[in-house]
């Protein structure tokens, strides 16, 4: 009975910024690992970045330098913040976590950049 739901997605000028934030809901015992993975209509869903209970960090080469990833243990939640943003991070982004065995998805939250 674990829900993740995401939160922050909207549309944005080409250069602005953007927070996604996504938390965890249910009988948790215990994360490895949350992250974001998003998908543009035509494209395969990629990584973004992730980050372990640990605070290891791994980003996508294409959002690296402007993209931050951020958790919060405590409150099971993870945050993505999305600076100088381009029209090619338009997708719908996926909140991710690894927890009790499973990996769970959230339902998506759409962004837009607009040139």
């Known amino acids: 009975q674990v829900q993740l739901v995401e939160s922050g997605g909207g549309l944005v000028q080409a250069g602005g910024s953007l927070r996604l934030s996504c938390a965890a809901s249910g009988t948790i015992f215990s994360i490895v690992g949350m992250g974001w993975y998003r998908q543009a209509p035509g494209k395969q869903r990629e990584l973004v970045a992730v980050?372990?209970?640990?605070?290891?960090?791994n980003y996508a080469d294409s959002v690296k330098g402007r993209f931050t990833i951020s958790r919060d243990n405590a409150k099971n939640t993870v945050a993505l913040q999305m600076n100088s943003l381009k029209p090619e991070d338009t997708a719908v982004y996926f909140c991710n976590a690894l927890m009790q065995g499973n990996t769970y998805w959230g339902q998506g939250t759409q962004v837009t950049v607009s040139s």
């Open positions: 980050m372990t209970s640990g605070g290891r960090t």
